[in-house]
């Protein structure tokens, strides 16, 4: 186990600019994606600053092209790291060998050894270490046992189903008995299915394995559920890091919100109002107080005069309402989705779409249904309101 | 359906026709190979092999024993051998390289190898054979460096197309996993590549093997002469051919390469990096 510091790191891809290919092609990495372009190049990561605890399993979760498979791969040493320092239990390691800083990594493709069997991949790292061969077979059969692939050693990778080889991979990295575990995305090219059944098992794994594990996906649902802490990063920087709680619940800010949570935030554009000790909301056609928590927050940290914000709510925290409540919002129901357990209602509301979950059990109760084009009423907490500023879309509210 | 079946049929039986072209002039030498010398004449040439014709076995034993036989094939042999390693070799590597590191030098590189391709040898066979000379490349030994320089272009051309395909994770996993780049080729690029490798060894083995021209200039023939220029030496003064032997021989050195060719294609099979990364 170790413990990982990453300080001010940063990665920049020297600049292109001016050098073209033999036909004359520009490369297309600079039009594609956000990142900034500065005189040196184009700067994938920056200020990425993050302490790894002993044994902590941190997620960096994104946007494709947020520069988190960048940061995993500095890590790893495969990439070379533009300034800033990492360090792995207080030793710096910007510029040590990947084979010396004692990590191993799983990739999205499993990138195993065609030649090889099963067991040779596995195997393959501690030879190169020169480990003596009774103890090698003894920690590629361990290995192999705590995955469940033992019947599969003498075979070779052709031979496996996606989630085998995903095993083997995995297999790989753990005889090596390393301080460290990143994984780039290890799930992403599994089916759906397999992808819920393997996330399981490497919850369970990693109570079996001791180590540090940096783990990245695309995908919230991994974040949420096997890390202790998540990163979230856009185009090169980090927006928040905090608990799958923290960031679900205390979202820094508009893109965090809309990113983490499945269906994503609703947002709408209101005005904030100051009126005596109250904070309220206007929309062209409705006035919410707000709860007074927030207000009290409000007035510590909201500075008057920017009054336009985008307000947020969850759609689990919308329910259906009656008519005569004198909360309630009335829309238009456009499209319904029955997911199983739950209803996904899309609402048009003063020409902004909203989502609302219903639980198929209060829809039955209700004993309505949501044919397209019908007028429902839903209301919501005042407590479940999140408020971002308009303009930099940072979170008003947040302790 | 109906169109593709008789499409089928048309093109099997243009190929057919075609092979046997090809195919034609090789069974000609075998049955000149074990006729009488007197019946291969301008008029019996193509006569097959019957009682009233027939030599047995003599052209190859008076082939077998004509001076030099056994020395021009185990230089043939060595020259074929030390070529066709030291071309798969390093084209290999440099292949690798040249993909992996892809920087200006190594695109230009990569350019200049498969330009000289399309250099044809006729070109520059009189400076190159002034210049073997002066720099003591003109024995059987040697002159697999000037093969080695021939055969790159192809055979970089070839391994670096297949390079390109091979998922760059690979590599990287066998970086973290402690091998250095020498390593990283060995246990983990050079087994990937291997239909490559035969490929590749079975084209410049053909080309080593059958070349005529090229040891005809370098080599110093009153000294080396390989296989293609000891069949020119069947033919006698006052322009008298030894016919009979010549195709006993000429049959005898066709038969290392046919085995050569069988012996490989079993290993030539697509999709050996199958398994090891998605797809």
Same mark, same amino acid.
């Given at each position: ?197 393997? #996330?399981? +098992?490497? =919850?369970? /794994? ?7 594990? $940096?783990?990245? *996906?695309?995908?919230?649902? &991994? ?90 709510? #969850?759609? +689990?925290? =919308?329910? /259906? ?7 309630? $919002?009335?829309? *238009?129901?456009?499209?319904? &989705? ?62 | ?279």
């Amino acid at each position: 186990m170790a413990q990982i510091v990453l300080k001010n790191i940063k990665k920049v891809y020297p600049n292109e600019r001016g050098r073209r290919g033999l036909f004359g092609r520009r490369r297309e990495e600079e039009r594609k994606s956000n990142l900034e372009v500065t005189s040196e190049g184009v700067v994938a990561v920056q200020d990425f600053d993050l302490t790894v605890g002993d044994g902590e399993f941190v997620v960096l979760v994104g946007p494709s092209g947020c520069g988190k498979s960048t940061t995993l791969r500095m890590i790893a040493g495969l990439e070379d790291i533009s300034s800033g320092d990492l360090l792995i239990d207080g030793r710096r390691v910007n510029d040590v060998a990947p084979k010396d800083r004692d990590i191993a990594m799983v990739f999205q493709s499993y990138a195993l050894y065609p030649n090889m069997t099963v067991y040779e991949n596995m195997a393959f790292t501690l030879k190169l270490k020169k480990v003596d061969p009774a103890e090698i077979d003894r920690k590629v059969r361990d290995a192999a046992e705590t995955l469940g692939i033992t019947p599969y050693l003498d075979r070779k990778p052709k031979a496996l189903s996606g989630g085998q080889r995903q095993r083997v991979a995995i297999g790989r990295a753990i005889v090596r008995d390393p301080k460290v575990f990143l994984m780039d995305e290890p799930l992403s090219n599994l089916d759906a299915k397999l992808r819920n059944q393997m #996330r399981a +098992e490497l =919850i369970k /794994l990693r109570h079996k394995v001791s180590g540090t594990f $940096i783990y990245v *996906t695309h995908d919230q649902t &991994e974040a949420m559920t096997l890390g202790d802490r998540i990163v979230i990063m856009k185009d090169g920087y980090v927006q928040q890091i905090g608990t799958p709680q923290e960031v679900f619940n205390h979202p820094a800010n508009l893109f965090v919100a809309g990113f983490i949570g499945m269906p994503q935030m609703n947002f709408f554009d209101a005005h904030l109002v100051h009126v005596g000790n109250e904070y309220h909301l206007e929309t062209s056609d409705h006035d919410i107080a707000l709860a007074p928590q927030t207000c009290n927050r409000l007035s510590e940290s909201w500075v008057d005069g920017t009054s336009k914000v985008v307000a947020g709510v #969850r759609p +689990e925290q =919308i329910s /259906l309402a009656r008519e005569d409540d004198p909360d309630a $919002i009335s829309g *238009t129901v456009e499209v319904s &989705e029955l997911m199983g357990s739950t209803v996904h209602v899309h609402v048009t509301v003063e020409g902004s779409e909203l989502v609302l979950v219903i639980p198929t059990v209060d829809f039955e109760r209700e004993g309505g249904s949501f044919a397209d084009g019908e007028r429902i009423s839903f209301k919501f907490d005042q407590n479940a309101i999140h408020l971002f500023d308009k303009e930099s879309g940072k979170n008003l509210v947040r302790s | 359906m109906q169109r593709e079946r008789t499409i089928n049929r048309v093109l099997s039986a243009f190929f057919t026709v075609l092979s046997l072209a090809w195919v034609y002039p090789m069974f000609m030498i075998l049955m000149n190979s074990l006729k009488d010398e007197s019946s291969i004449g301008t008029s019996t040439a193509f006569e097959l092999v019957g009682p009233q014709n027939a030599a047995g076995l003599a052209n190859y034993v008076s082939a077998l024993s004509k001076q030099g036989f056994a020395s021009a094939f185990a230089y043939s042999l060595v020259i074929t051998v030390t070529s066709v390693a030291l071309i798969l070799v390093c084209c290999s590597m440099c292949a690798w390289y040249v993909v992996r590191v892809n920087s200006r030098l190594c695109k230009g590189l990569y350019y200049l190898f498969v330009f000289s391709m399309v250099v044809p040898f006729q070109m520059l066979m009189f400076t190159l054979s002034n210049v073997a000379d002066s720099m003591g490349l003109n024995t059987p030994f040697n002159i697999c460096f000037i093969y080695l320089g021939f055969g790159a272009g192809l055979a970089v051309f070839m391994f670096a197309g297949f390079v390109k395909t091979i998922p760059l994770e690979i590599e990287e996993a066998a970086t973290i996993d402690g091998c250095n780049p020498v390593q990283t080729f060995f246990h983990v690029v050079l087994p990937i590549m291997k239909p490559t490798y035969i490929s590749v060894g079975i084209l410049e083995t053909m080309w080593v093997w059958n070349d005529y021209l090229l040891p005809y200039l370098v080599l110093d023939s009153t000294k080396y002469k390989t296989i293609p220029i000891l069949i020119q030496y069947f033919r006698g003064g006052y322009g008298h051919v030894e016919l009979g032997p010549m195709m006993a021989c000429i049959m005898m050195v066709i038969v290392p390469i046919v085995v050569v060719y069988l012996v490989c294609q079993r290993y030539i099979i697509s999709g050996v990096v199958s398994g090891a990364v998605k797809g």
